[in-house]
């Protein structure tokens, strides 16, 4: 990501571009991202399912190997 953005500055810097700021804000709202921001929120989610279920399993796995208690 570092790379990319010293490219576009080498870059803008090379074109001699007054407003270089708002030329890299406008590069970067016309190309699509790499990530939304919904597509985190569903990695995320899932992650939590993910973590839950294991977290799940462990105490039943833990459950059973001790053996009934009482």
Same mark, same amino acid.
């Given at each position: 990501?570092?790379?990319?953005?010293?490219?576009?500055?080498?870059?803008?810097?090379?074109?001699?571009?007054?407003?270089? #700021?708002?030329? !890299?804000?406008?590069?970067?709202? %016309?190309?699509?991202?790499?990530? &939304?921001?919904?597509?985190?929120?569903?990695?995320?989610?899932?992650?939590?399912?993910?973590?839950?279920? #294991?977290?799940? !399993?462990?105490?039943?796995?833990? %459950?059973?190997?001790?053996?009934? &208690?009482?």
């Amino acid at each position: 990501m570092g790379q990319a953005m010293e490219a576009l500055a080498k870059k803008l810097a090379n074109t001699e571009l007054p407003d270089t #700021l708002e030329e !890299v804000m406008a590069q970067t709202m %016309k190309r699509p991202p790499l990530f &939304s921001t919904w597509a985190l929120v569903v990695i995320a989610f899932q992650g939590l399912i993910i973590l839950g279920l #294991l977290v799940l !399993v462990l105490i039943l796995w833990l %459950k059973t190997r001790r053996g009934p &208690s009482h």
